[in-house]
């Protein structure tokens, strides 16, 4: 069964850093496109960021370019978004989804065939 497992959520104080997991069992996640989305109180699901295709290649919304990373360790099936300069408008549940068909589109929109449960993650003084 495809299971995502998402966690290192938590409180950090503004300009801080998290470290986000993404662990997959049921799938080898170099087969997938991986995104990571985000959903505030009040607002829609939206991509920030998806690591896609062999080589590995990367893409971040406008609103964390420069501040978030995305990685894959294929070793341990798990892909990573390392959080820095954190904001308090970066307060969200964050998620972890995979697609195949998002290796040929654009990585950062939805449909996404499989989600895992989220972590909230706060940014507040």
């Known amino acids: 069964q495809l299971q995502l497992v998402e966690s290192g959520g938590g409180l950090v104080q503004p300009g801080g850093s998290l470290r986000l997991s993404c662990a997959a069992s049921?799938?080898?996640?170099?087969?997938?496109?991986i995104g990571w989305f985000r959903q505030a109180p009040g607002k829609e699901r939206v991509g920030v960021s998806c690591i896609s295709g062999s080589d590995g290649s990367a893409y971040y919304s406008d609103s964390v370019k420069g501040r978030f990373t995305i990685s894959r360790d294929n070793a341990k099936n798990t892909v990573y978004l390392q959080m820095n300069s954190l904001k308090p408008e970066d307060t969200a549940v964050y998620y972890c989804?995979?697609?195949?068909?998002?290796?040929?589109?654009?990585?950062?929109?939805?449909?996404?065939?499989?989600w895992g449960q989220g972590t909230q993650v706060t940014v507040s003084s």
């Open positions: 049921g799938f080898t996640l170099d087969y997938y496109a």
């Open positions: 989804a995979a697609d195949r068909a998002a290796l040929f589109r654009l990585c950062l929109l939805p449909p996404y065939d499989y």
